[in-house]
């Protein structure tokens, strides 16, 4: 196809009344709107006054959904479902929308035998065709008769009739497994309507997978520009439209919901364009810039830290180790992480496509370096600088101070660790893949001590940028309310006892872990008792898999939401320590505890 | 048995520290406690000192847990394991537990040979044999070869060894949809330990619906009673003790978890006791006690209730139509359902009856009436009073005005709506089932304009009470934070047209109906026009099953989170309208933006 395609989203996939749905999705760019029934029932305007607002807002009506159970095997019913359908006609009428979802019956009464189901679909491409409308016709995962796409092909193919066409739906063809390869030799002018939902892989009842767990494409695991490839090559000129039906997101801020929807379209297109660019490669961090109080220069400094420049207008300093360039920005606030700096062979480009790819441009003056670097925002909040690879364009901006140090064997940055907002973690790992092609790996799961937690690392394929994103499972309410998680950067070492020594040395607030976990260590790895000893004397946690060793210090939560982590990995481990995750927030929140008793 | 069995709970049911848990769990009077294993690993207190807090607490160890992938097909890993489980022995002699709860494997290794595992198993008590302590061993529902009952009692038979016995958890054996009645066969003195859970039925992977979707007893859909009959049965003498993974108590107030956990358990033993009393059979509502300011009286004068009485020392009116009757309570604060009176025979027994099962007692001076009513507070902080029957304890309170009305036909309650907080929901329907014996409905879902909302009714067999119970699936966000679902009134009338005109004509602000829902109604009811026209003027709702029909007219919300409803029930509709409860809910919200939007 010679132009993009263009996009919509189901009104269903957002919270809010039609009216605060329909502003946001044309709001986030989307160029048509799916209305869901039931949005249209509960709203108090009328259809002419949807299709007015629509107008103004630069959105077509795509489509008018869904209407459910239309065949049966008993004549009467039929004809109070044709009815039924012309009473939906009337209404498409004033709203202006050609099309209307059918979908497969779920009823009792559902028709099982194809050529009179045909028949009864023709009838009702009869009804449509006479008022110019249009009937698409889709296979529910669920449905009783059909339930597959190549027998809702059948169907509409044996009903013949100009005004009756398929809508395809990715969740209910590939949660089935089917292989969408056959849809490129459907007549494209058949492919009335294409409908796109992501899910994760869920061993479940896949009615109640559809209706609480899809996902907006690039957030979970099918494979949608696998899918989307027939279909464009069967011909289909339609919209490429979002169904989402998601817990998380009905609950949700509809304007941010919308964008990233529109993210992920805007993504898939590029994934399946013969001419789209690819992500950047990216390489760093460049930086982290962390806003501190002034906890946190003797930390980073018993750390082995060196702080190597001081900014020439900001309260910002510049500390270094190995590859590890923290910056710390005293203008205030809670320590937390306030921007990551990657690097990129283009910066610009880079920002520009993250733009374009509906990412929000932070302000220059938010930067903490003088330097122009291109800045967009991370859906929590977090800044997201490019740099040019090789560093050399914002390391200016700091006067040298000549300070050196020993450090204590930190050669790098690992991963950064980012808590996200709850309604924002699918959001986050769609943002990061899409704009700095980090791959995300799977969703896990581990029991905090105040609840259960989702963990979901992104990742570049050298591993040079690793971001550890995690959210709460459940919205936290009132019990522990002080209990969000902290922000960490994780340090790279080569040696974890050296490394955790020197920090002690130097007086680094370590973080205690509790002897349990050393006795469960003992009975787990059996390690060299001279080994377990210096573990328990230092607060190594340990975490082994089939590939390897993930060994950790922490510090104690530094002023803030933030503390600092000394990693290393040893064989192939390619986590995040996730197992140990409970000791050590068990650990931080008992140190938190200790000194709210403290008297002031 | 002769006396009450004892009570136990696994920490892994609650929330915090392990030191929050065993407080919690002592203070809502188990006896003993599951330690979970995770929970001590990340606890600073040490073994000895556990025992010790738990001594103080009065609380026993029953069991440490769980102890995984003991038996191994590969020698050198089972000799590995055997360390593994000698060092957990050294641990419990430290904690001062005897049992250590060891589940069928799940690992790749597992021995499949009867006999081989039951030489493992034997092993594995010999040692413990040795020091004074004792394995229960469990099929996991997932287990890789060892996954029914059935299985595991043949490998502990074989294994024959003292020191070696059976858990049984009825999670595990009912979600398989195993028949327990044989366990009654198994000899008593070998099952060492029972774990208690119950479940909604889900059709989902097994391990995810354990670790996510347990609940106490009496919340679920499992037959407990008819789970533990067997068990005692056979002569289990051991502690009856809550294993449940819950996503919401794991990050809920572990003191109210604990609490409704215990609850759960009284509940049981009453029910498979051979000399329990029942619950009441309780009738009413005697009377709904509404707080308010002074917007709810002309509002109940246009709904043709009578001020029939003013209370002699308090801010209180008695208003009456048919069998209705409110007590609107002056005092202050938003409008609300502050207290709830049913009647029974014998009052006072079933105030005791509801603090024996954990209800707290409300204390008098909170109460509406001067009479001695007996009373306790929901989980949602409703007060709810027992009266006599015949309604003859309270009413001398108020003074009576002489003042009578028409009536526009109400002629009783028809149900209260009460929404829950997010933490409370499953704790609700298991406080009105064991402490009012009403019957808890499936649990229903339904899409509400800001998000999916669960609902579920407890209702008494003669639907003399009933009471609709709803909570936001999610807890809500920042967006639309101003949505917590009101709660009401549902007053039965014969015929809702009438009943709505009277209402009407008097001055009540009802609530408009989009005239999108009556286009809706018309397609798929095909009403006679006079009827439809009827609905759309009035704004009446109109559900309809193959069961009967729900009509209902509602209030807007009055000054604060209430409103009040008319309904009429056709055939045997049992049924609270919860599928027009999105269009109310979004008319409700509808009419508070309008007003907000009108300047001061």
């Known amino acids: 196809m010679s132009r993009e395609p263009?996009?919509?989203?189901?009104?269903?996939?957002?919270?809010?009344?039609?009216?605060?749905?329909?502003?946001?999705?044309?709001?986030?760019?989307?160029?048509?709107?799916?209305?869901?029934?039931?949005?249209?029932?509960?709203?108090?305007?009328?259809?002419?006054?949807?299709?007015?607002?629509?107008?103004?807002?630069?959105?077509?009506?795509?489509?008018?959904?869904?209407?459910?159970?239309?065949?049966?095997?008993?004549?009467?019913?039929?004809?109070?479902?044709?009815?039924?359908?012309?009473?939906?006609?009337?209404?498409?009428?004033?709203?202006?929308?050609d099309t209307i979802l059918v979908c497969s019956s779920v009823a009792d009464d559902a028709v099982a035998d194809l050529d009179r189901l045909a028949e009864q679909l023709h009838t009702l491409g009869e009804r449509a065709g006479a008022r110019g409308l249009r009937i698409a016709y889709e296979a529910l995962a669920w449905g009783k008769e059909v339930s597959t796409y190549d027998r809702s092909w059948e169907a509409v193919r044996r009903a013949d009739h100009p005004a009756l066409g398929l809508c395809l739906d990715s969740f209910h063809i590939l949660s089935r497994g089917s292989d969408p390869a056959a849809i490129a030799d459907i007549p494209g002018d058949k492919l009335f309507f294409l409908?796109?939902?992501?899910?994760?892989?869920?061993?479940?009842?896949?009615?109640?997978?559809?209706?609480?767990?899809?996902?907006?494409?690039?957030?979970?695991?099918?494979?949608?520009?696998?899918?989307?490839?027939?279909?464009?090559?069967?011909?289909?000129?339609?919209?490429?439209?979002?169904?989402?039906?998601?817990?998380?997101?009905?609950?949700?801020?509809?304007?941010?919901?919308?964008?990233?929807?529109?993210?992920?379209l805007l993504a898939l297109t590029e994934?399946?364009?013969?001419?789209?660019q690819p992500a950047p490669e990216v390489r760093g961090p460049a930086f982290v810039e962390l806003s501190a109080g002034d906890s946190l220069a003797p930390v980073l400094s018993a750390l082995g830290f060196a702080r190597t420049g001081i900014h020439r207008t900001k309260p910002v300093e510049r500390w270094e180790q190995g590859t590890a360039r923290i910056l710390v920005n005293r203008s205030g606030g809670p320590a937390a992480v306030a921007a990551l700096a990657v690097e990129s062979a283009d910066p610009?480009?880079?920002?520009?496509?993250?733009?374009?790819?509906?990412?929000?441009?932070?302000?220059?003056?938010?930067?903490?370096?003088?330097?122009?670097?291109?800045?967009?925002?991370?859906?929590?909040?977090?800044?997201?600088?490019?740099?040019?690879?090789?560093?050399?364009?914002?390391?200016?901006?700091?006067v040298p101070t000549g300070e050196s140090a020993d450090g204590i064997g930190i050669t790098g940055i690992d991963h950064i660790g980012l808590a996200q907002p709850f309604d924002h973690f699918d959001e986050a790992a769609l943002f990061y893949r899409t704009v700095l092609g980090l791959e995300p790996a799977a969703t896990g799961e581990f029991a905090a001590p105040f609840g259960l937690v989702r963990s979901r690392a992104v990742a570049d394929p050298h591993r040079r940028i690793r971001l550890a994103l995690t959210v709460s499972l459940l919205r936290r309410g009132e019990w522990a309310p002080g209990v969000s998680e902290p922000q960490y950067i994780a340090l790279a070492v080569d040696d974890i006892l050296t490394a955790t020594q020197g920090a002690r040395a130097a007086g680094a607030p370590l973080l205690a872990i509790p002897d349990n976990y050393y006795a469960d260590l003992d009975a787990r790895l059996n390690l060299p008792a001279d080994r377990l000893a210096a573990y328990r004397d230092l607060g190594v946690l340990h975490e082994r898999t089939p590939e390897g060793d993930y060994l950790q210090t922490c510090t104690e939560v530094l002023g803030g939401r933030v503390f600092l982590a000394l990693v290393q990995r040893l064989g192939n481990h390619d986590g995040y320590g996730w197992s140990d995750a409970p000791v050590r927030m068990a650990a931080h929140r008992r140190r938190r505890i200790a000194r709210a008793h403290v008297p002031a």
Chains 1, 2 share one sequence.
């Open 6 to 97: 263009r996009t919509g989203i189901a009104t269903v996939c957002l919270s809010g009344t039609l009216d605060d749905k329909l502003r946001a999705a044309a709001a986030a760019g989307f160029d048509g709107v799916e209305i869901f029934e039931p949005d249209l029932v509960a709203s108090p305007l009328p259809p002419g006054e949807v299709r007015l607002r629509c107008a103004d807002l630069g959105l077509s009506i795509d489509l008018y959904q869904p209407f459910r159970d239309l065949d049966s095997t008993d004549p009467d019913r039929f004809a109070a479902n044709l009815r039924r359908a012309e009473r939906k006609f009337d209404l498409m009428e004033e709203l202006g929308a």
């Open 348 to 398: 610009a480009a880079a920002a520009r496509r993250a733009v374009r790819l509906d990412a929000k441009r932070l302000p220059r003056e938010h930067g903490p370096a003088e330097a122009d670097l291109a800045a967009v925002t991370a859906p929590d909040g977090t800044a997201l600088f490019f740099c040019r690879n090789g560093n050399d364009d914002w390391t200016g901006d700091f």
């Open 271 to 276: 994934a399946t364009s013969p001419v789209a």
């Open 195 to 264: 409908q796109l939902a992501d899910a994760p892989h869920l061993s479940m009842d896949v009615l109640q997978w559809s209706r609480h767990h899809r996902l907006f494409p690039g957030q979970g695991a099918f494979d949608l520009p696998g899918f989307l490839a027939p279909v464009l090559a069967a011909g289909y000129a339609g919209p490429l439209s979002l169904e989402v039906f998601n817990d998380v997101f009905r609950q949700a801020d509809p304007d941010r919901a919308a964008i990233d929807a529109h993210r992920s």
